[in-house]
T-cell receptor, first 116, second 116 residues
Framework: AQSVTQLGSHVSVSEGALVLLRCNYS??????LFWYVQYPNQGLQLLLK??????LVKGINGFEAEFKKSETSFHLTKPSAHMSDAAEYFC??????????????FGQGTILTVHP | DSGVTQTPKHLITATGQRVTLRCSPR?????VYWYQQSLDQGLQFLIQ???????AKGNILERFSAQQFPDLHSELNLSSLELGDSALYFC???????????????FGAGSRLTVL
């Protein structure tokens, strides 16, 4: 079984500041990890994913995330926030095995607000 | 446009009624997933189909049912509706079958159901 905890339901940053959205996971099998973004009145869009290999993963719109197995974390970062980054961000996990493939378990989401 | 089409976008109905939500997956995708997004439960996996066959079930109520047709579109049927069924229902699709690796799910824009 898998679970995801996103620390902080709301994060507020100034434009140009570092964005850090925290995600911790629990998985009984090697995890595949994802970050999705949801803009108002839209579906979820994939930002980046970790499967195997390099633990630092780069995604779209300047976002990246680092898989840290020892900390069971997959935090999302962006060096400089832009107004267009304001959205809700979801961390998700699926397990590398069995019928859990593709069946994403999502965190509760973090709403990112960017101030001018 | 993600390529996953969901209809209707909005639906308002009364308690006790039955509704059908429709999803057309992205061209070439064989897997369809249904998720429910509500304020109190977050994003919850409901059910998964691959090439017409049910592959996994999540937190789907007995009042809900789904199917995937030979042309790969899917329908989610919700019956005996209750106030608590008000939510955003997402369909997602992927090209890979369960068990083949880290599926990337492509989400539709969702169907917002309001039960009065």
């Amino acid at each position: 079984a898998q679970s995801v905890t996103q620390l902080g339901s709301h994060v507020s940053v100034s434009e140009g500041a570092l964005v850090l959205l925290r995600c911790n996971y629990s998985s009984s099998v090697p995890p595949y990890l994802f970050w999705y973004v949801q803009y108002p009145n839209q579906g979820l869009q994939l930002l980046l994913k970790y499967t195997t290999g390099a633990t630092l993963v780069k995604g779209i719109n300047g976002f990246e995330a680092e898989f840290k197995k020892s900390e069971t974390s997959f935090h999302l970062t962006k060096p400089s926030a832009h107004m267009s980054d304001a959205a809700e961000y979801f961390c998700a996990v699926t397990g590398a095995g069995g019928t859990s493939y593709g069946k994403l378990t999502f965190g509760q989401g973090t709403i990112l607000t960017v101030h001018p | 446009d993600s390529g996953v089409t969901q209809t209707p976008k909005h639906l308002i109905t009364a308690t006790g009624q039955r509704v059908t939500l429709r999803c057309s997956p992205r061209s070439g995708d064989l897997s369809v997933y249904w998720y429910q997004q509500s304020l109190d439960q977050g994003l919850q996996f409901l059910i998964q189909y691959y090439n017409g066959e049910e592959r996994a079930k999540g937190n789907i109520l007995e009042r809900f049912s789904a199917q995937q047709f030979p042309d790969l579109h899917s329908e989610l049927n919700l019956s005996s509706l209750e106030l608590g069924d008000s939510a955003l229902y997402f369909c997602a699709s992927s090209v890979a079958p369960p068990g083949s690796g880290a599926n990337v799910l492509t989400f539709g824009a969702g169907s917002r159901l309001t039960v009065l």
